[in-house]
């Protein structure tokens, strides 16, 4: 019944007369009108104001964890605000380079990196490569054999710690597809071979557990377990990676990035890991900032089951529901604090019966057809997991800020979809 919490709004968001809502001084219903729907809406002093935080955290050790979202708008605004950015594949490094981004800003990731990402990274000179597998170090011999420069590398360790969120973003527990595993020894044995290597330099230890933590504890644990492997080798650098949760509905809370951040050094300092700290938020920063604009196009009413609330939108612009079942809200930008006593489940226009947006959502009463509505906390992992099912071509991109919109990434056309197709 109750209104939609104003904490999970942008921090610029404001309620005008009447409820309407406005962010960045635009007025997210006139976006609505200009740029049509599905429609992402990210609120760039927002982004501006998490990433400042990042950095005074964690000075020249905060990057930005490009999967989240990334285009070039927002590769360019984080490097402009002091971030580094972590890089996944060869297509995130190509995006943060096109963005002017100097590559010993970069940190390259991946699990199976290729020969062709890895050749790439050290041509321009990335400034770290996250080495995941002992075939990766093989990889990277051959091509400074080759000619390459030696590149800076980190070992990723998988600690065993099994972090409080989903299954499927679980990434620091033994059994995983992610790093080197300390318990079995894989850990140690990668360290020996990276120092005895002239291929690489090696300069830290790197371990990530998870996506949307809430409790600092996960992240504790971690620190002290690495602690007996990291502190003896007294490398200069140790990266605890992301994973930093959000509230994503009524209810959650989670750590602030300086909480964050605190927790992290306090633990290092009491296990006595004196290396240089560094992070890679993603969520923390792109989640918040940014809501996503539907129109409604169907209400249908089954009596004594439910109400389903379809929207031009669904699981091609936003999978996380259908992946791990996660929860958001929904509100009308037109009566931004009024009550919501009906209870919906928001839908899209997918032929899957699992396309579903919000299972659990409460509405204002007089919901209506042509009605704009908006999921908010909508700016990490939407857009960049976003795909094209049933030939739906994907939203555009909206940065608002000072009264201003610009589009960073323009709305797909239909002769898009045909763009990669051979004629017949």
Same mark, same amino acid.
């Given at each position: 019944?109750?209104?939609?919490? !104003?904490?999970?709004?942008?921090?610029?968001?404001?309620?005008?007369?009447?409820?309407?809502?406005?962010?960045?001084?635009?007025?997210?219903?006139?976006?609505?009108?200009?740029?049509?729907?599905?429609?992402?809406?990210?609120?760039?002093?927002?982004?501006?104001?998490?990433?400042?935080?990042?950095?005074?955290?964690?000075?020249?050790?905060?990057?930005?964890?490009?999967?989240?979202?990334?285009?070039?708008?927002?590769?360019?605004?984080?490097?402009?605000?002091?971030?580094?950015?972590?890089? #996944?594949? @060869?297509?995130?490094?190509?995006?943060?380079?096109?963005?002017?981004?100097? !590559?010993?800003?970069?940190?390259?990731?991946?699990?199976?990196?290729?020969?062709?990402?890895?050749?790439?990274?050290?041509?321009?000179?990335?400034?770290?490569?996250?080495?995941?597998?002992?075939?990766?170090?093989?990889?990277?011999?051959?091509?400074? =054999?080759?000619?390459?420069?030696?590149?800076? /590398?980190?070992?990723?360790?998988?600690?065993?710690?099994?972090?409080?969120?989903? /299954?499927?973003?679980?990434?620091?527990? #033994?059994?995983?597809?992610?790093?080197?595993?300390?318990?079995?020894?894989?850990?140690?044995?990668?360290?020996?071979?990276?120092?005895?290597?002239?291929?690489?330099?090696?300069?830290?230890?790197?371990?990530?557990?998870?996506? &949307?933590?809430?409790?600092?504890?996960?992240? *504790?644990?971690?620190?002290?377990?690495?602690?007996?492997?990291?502190?003896?080798?007294?490398?200069?650098?140790?990266?605890?990676?992301?994973?930093?949760?959000?509230?994503? %509905?009524?209810?959650?809370?989670?750590?602030?990035?300086?909480?964050?951040?605190?927790?992290? *050094?306090?633990?290092?300092?009491? =296990?006595?890991?004196?290396?240089?700290?560094?992070?890679?938020?993603?969520?923390?920063?792109?989640?918040?900032?940014?809501?996503?604009?539907?129109?409604?196009?169907?209400?249908?009413?089954?009596?004594?089951?439910?109400?389903?609330?379809?929207?031009?939108? @669904?699981?091609?612009?936003?999978?996380?529901?259908?992946?791990?079942?996660?929860?958001?809200?929904?509100?009308?930008?037109?009566?931004?604090?009024?009550? *919501?006593?009906?209870?919906?489940?928001?839908?899209?226009?997918?032929?899957?019966?699992?396309?579903?947006?919000?299972?659990?959502?409460?509405?204002?009463?007089?919901?209506?057809?042509?009605?704009?509505?908006?999921?908010? %906390?909508?700016?990490?992992?939407?857009?960049?997991?976003?795909?094209?099912? &049933?030939?739906?071509?994907?939203? !555009?991109?909206?940065?608002?800020?000072?009264?201003?919109?610009?589009?960073?990434?323009?709305?797909?056309?239909?002769?898009?979809?045909?763009?990669?197709?051979?004629?017949?």
């Amino acid at each position: 019944m109750t209104a939609l919490p !104003p904490t999970l709004l942008p921090r610029t968001a404001r309620v005008g007369p009447g409820g309407r809502l406005a962010v960045g001084g635009v007025d997210v219903l006139a976006l609505a009108a200009e740029h049509g729907t599905p429609l992402f809406v990210y609120d760039e002093e927002d982004l501006r104001a998490r990433c400042r935080e990042a950095v005074a955290a964690f000075g020249e050790g905060a990057s930005y964890a490009g999967k989240a979202f990334l285009c070039r708008a927002m590769a360019a605004l984080v490097h402009e605000e002091g971030m580094g950015i972590d890089v #996944s594949t @060869g297509g995130e490094l190509h995006v943060a380079l096109a963005a002017g981004v100097p !590559p010993d800003r970069l940190v390259l990731h991946g699990n199976n990196k290729s020969v062709a990402e890895l050749a790439r990274a050290l041509e321009v000179g990335v400034g770290r490569i996250v080495v995941d597998s002992f075939e990766e170090l093989d990889r990277i011999e051959a091509l400074v =054999a080759a000619g390459a420069h030696p590149p800076a /590398v980190l070992i990723r360790v998988t600690p065993g710690v099994e972090a409080h969120t989903h /299954v499927y973003v679980m990434t620091g527990q #033994s059994d995983s597809k992610f790093g080197f595993g300390l318990q079995s020894g894989a850990a140690a044995e990668a360290v020996r071979r990276a120092q005895a290597s002239d291929a690489v330099r090696l300069v830290g230890v790197h371990v990530h557990i998870g996506s &949307n933590i809430f409790l600092l504890s996960s992240f *504790r644990k971690a620190v002290e377990l690495l602690a007996g492997f990291v502190a003896p080798l007294d490398l200069p650098e140790l990266s605890l990676g992301g994973g930093l949760g959000v509230p994503y %509905v009524e209810g959650e809370e989670a750590p602030s990035i300086t909480q964050w951040a605190g927790a992290l *050094r306090s633990a290092c300092a009491e =296990a006595g890991i004196t290396a240089r700290l560094s992070a890679e938020p993603g969520r923390a920063i792109a989640a918040p900032a940014a809501l996503t604009l539907y129109t409604v196009g169907t209400i249908k009413e089954l009596p004594g089951i439910r109400t389903y609330v379809a929207v031009d939108g @669904g699981m091609s612009d936003n999978p996380r529901p259908v992946l791990y079942g996660s929860g958001y809200e929904a509100f009308l930008p037109r009566a931004t604090t009024a009550e *919501r006593p009906l209870a919906a489940t928001v839908v899209g226009k997918h032929c899957e019966s699992g396309d579903v947006l919000v299972r659990d959502a409460r509405l204002p009463a007089d919901l209506a057809v042509g009605d704009v509505l908006a999921t908010p %906390v909508t700016g990490a992992y939407g857009h960049s997991m976003g795909s094209n099912y &049933n030939k739906v071509p994907r939203p !555009p991109v909206v940065f608002v800020r000072d009264g201003e919109a610009r589009v960073v990434v323009r709305r797909e056309t239909l002769d898009d979809l045909l763009r990669l197709d051979e004629p017949l």
